[in-house]
Every structure is written in C-alpha cells, then in structure tokens.
C-alpha cells in the first residue's frame, strides 16, 4: 500500500514559481518511476514531467525550460520546480508513481493534488 500526498500548491502572480512537492508513504513496495501530471477545469489531465528511478527525466513542450523535476530516492518524494509561471499552467497538480509491490505486481498510485493558480 502506498499513499501519496502533495503539497506546495498556492496562489501566485504571472512570472512567479513554486515548489511543489509528493511524498510516497507506507510498506511493501518499491517506487520505480514518478511524475506529475495537471488538470484544468474542462479539460483532460495531462502530462507535465516524469523522472525515472535513475534520474532520467522527460518534459511536456509547454514546461520544457521553465519546470524541472527531481526526485530523493531515500525519502520517496518527487518534486517539480515550477519557475516563470503563467496563467496557463493553472490547474489541480497530481503525482504519480509507479509501485512495485514485488517481482511480478506493479501498480499506479495517485496523489489527492495540489491547486496552482497563476493570477494577478
């Protein structure tokens, strides 16, 4: 069993950042890869950054330059470094995790999310 809680969200002017940051807790399980995703009123939850358990990280085109995720392996907790915000990126930030329960079983956990409102 893993639960995933995120914090870090909050109201901020254009140009702004936030950090936003997703802790796994619980037993018997492995987290392998990790990542955020955001959905906005209407709309369907997309894709933002995700990190593998090695460090490798992809970006959506719309983040490229301006987020960046990491991850510390030790505590089970992702990040997302959001700089130069802007009103698009309002939205209910998610993380997400693969969990290995062991060999053969591997799941998709999910975060309750975080609201980010880019505004002045």
């Known amino acids: 069993q893993a639960r995933l809680v995120e914090s870090g969200g909050g109201l901020v002017q254009p140009g702004g950042s936030l950090r936003l940051s997703c802790a796994a807790s619980?037993?018997?399980?492995?987290?392998?890869?990790m990542g955020w995703y955001r959905q906005a009123p209407g709309k369907q939850r997309e894709l933002v950054a995700t990190?593998?358990?090695?460090?490798?990280?992809t970006y959506a085109d719309s983040v490229k330059g301006r987020f960046t995720i990491s991850r510390d392996n030790a505590k089970n907790t992702v990040f997302l470094q959001m700089n130069s915000l802007k009103p698009e990126d309002t939205a209910v930030y998610f993380c997400?995790?693969?969990?290995?329960?062991?060999?053969?079983?591997?799941?998709?956990?999910w975060g309750q999310g975080t609201q980010v409102t880019v505004s002045s």
């Open positions: 619980g037993s018997g399980f492995r987290i392998n890869a």
């Open positions: 997400n995790a693969e969990v290995q329960r062991n060999a053969f079983t591997r799941g998709s956990s």
């Open positions: 990190i593998t358990s090695g460090g490798s990280t």
